[in-house]
């Protein structure tokens, strides 16, 4: 199967970040977003991946994209703005932040999507544009609390999977209807047969989710092992490990570094095993007053030669491990959508050794478009330097060829 080309072909910011107002055409394949820290190379990094994701790679607050001299206005209007090629089309993508009052001295911050004029949900838009980032406080993905994971693995599978983003969004309004009624039961007491509707509901959409996450984990950690044996030389063989909180096989004695195999389990018989496990555990759940049960407590973690990285791994392991799930999830979104992603690599060659960043460079080579950010040209090759167009940032302004945009 052929692949064909997505790359993103214009930009326009609108009071986001430190950025009043920028418009820029976006070239192939790489741009260099050179300049000190804290003028808005991240920033620029953070609006591409945002049309992607239609979340932030740096805060879960929406209001704080929103330039700090236009969120004094009443309402304050943040936009994104993106013009990209898929399939041989041309699509746009805007984002629209908007801050309005709300009650007494209240805000609200509301978010509209269009998607080439349409106004779209954004379980409806996400993944309609894909892109791949890599900063290095993601090492929170290995070393931070689970939570951290299962929203890295969220975030993959809502661009690669066209329905994960929904069916995630209506397990996550049946997991709170479910925990109103358990703590309701919990203070009250009453007749526990209404949950029975969310226990059915619970365990359909999360036995979807269940049976998309393990086949996610199980692709990526294939190619992103083969990419670790290439980084470590063959010295580290890396697993990822899904632990999901109802598992669909039969708990048996197996260590954490013990490869299972969840592939083959039907999406039926997950959900029947789900409802047994929630049925059991009702009384439990009502004594805590809340669902203690599902994809919403899920695990992932990450071993390196039989060692658990989020515990023992060194600073260096981390940054290898890293660095091969992000190439490894480069290739699986091409797989999954038959497209490149755009690749967004934000100060990440300062956390490189020498050997790291050529590695890292030369699979750039292989793809259609990357944007990185850098305090120091330096860290690139010239090769890579001369084959990339560099964009000089300072304070919200964007110099390209000369001439400040």
Not at 122 to 144: C, H, L, T
Request: with cysteine; hydrophobic share 40%; glycine share 6%.
């Amino acid at each position: 199967m052929s692949c064909y080309l997505m790359y993103l072909k214009h930009l326009s910011l609108t009071n986001f970040r430190n950025f009043a107002r920028l418009d820029l055409d976006v070239p192939r394949p790489s741009v260099l977003l050179v300049g000190d820290n804290a003028q808005g190379k991240t920033s620029i990094l953070e609006a591409v991946y945002f049309l992607a994701a239609l979340t932030s790679f740096q805060t879960n607050v929406d209001r704080q994209l929103i330039n700090f001299i236009e969120a004094r206005n009443t309402p304050a209007v943040g936009r994104i703005v993106g013009e990209y090629v898929r399939a041989g089309r041309n699509h746009k993508i805007e984002v629209r932040l908007i801050l309005e009052p709300s009650g007494v001295n209240g805000q609200r911050l509301r978010k509209e999507i269009l998607l080439d004029g349409v106004k779209k949900q954004a379980s409806d838009a996400v993944g309609k544009f894909n892109a791949v980032v890599f900063v290095p406080q993601m090492s929170q993905i290995i070393e931070g609390a689970p939570d951290e994971r299962r929203r890295y693995l969220n975030l993959a599978l809502a661009q690669a999977v066209p329905a994960y983003a929904g069916v995630l969004s209506d397990y996550a309004k049946a997991l709170e209807q479910r925990n109103a009624l358990l703590k309701t039961l919990n203070e009250n007491g009453g007749n526990a047969d209404p949950l029975d509707v969310w226990d059915e509901a619970l365990t359909r959409l999360g036995a979807q989710i269940i049976q998309w996450r393990i086949a996610a984990t199980q692709e990526l950690e294939r190619l992103a092992a083969q990419i670790h044996v290439e980084l470590t030389h063959g010295a580290e063989v890396l697993r990822l490990a899904y632990e999901p909180s109802y598992d669909p096989l039969p708990k048996i004695a197996l260590k954490l570094d013990a490869p299972v195999d969840r592939s083959s389990v039907d999406i039926k018989e997950i959900e029947r095993g789900f409802l047994d496990r929630l049925r059991g555990a009702r009384a439990e759940e009502i004594s805590r007053g809340l669902t203690t049960i599902g994809p919403h407590r899920d695990e992932l973690r990450f071993l390196a030669n039989k060692i658990d990285l989020g515990d023992y791994g060194s600073r260096g392991q981390i940054r290898t491990a890293l660095l091969s799930l992000k190439l490894a999830e480069v290739s699986w979104m091409k797989a999954r959508t038959n497209q490149w992603p755009v690749i967004l690599l934000d100060e990440v060659m300062a956390e490189l050794d020498v050997h790291r960043r050529a590695d890292l460079l030369k699979y750039l080579g292989e793809t259609e478009q990357s944007l990185l950010s850098a305090t120091d040209l330096k860290m690139f090759t010239p090769d890579f330097v001369q084959s990339a167009k560099v964009w000089n940032v300072q304070s919200g302004k964007v110099e390209t060829s000369g001439e400040k945009v």
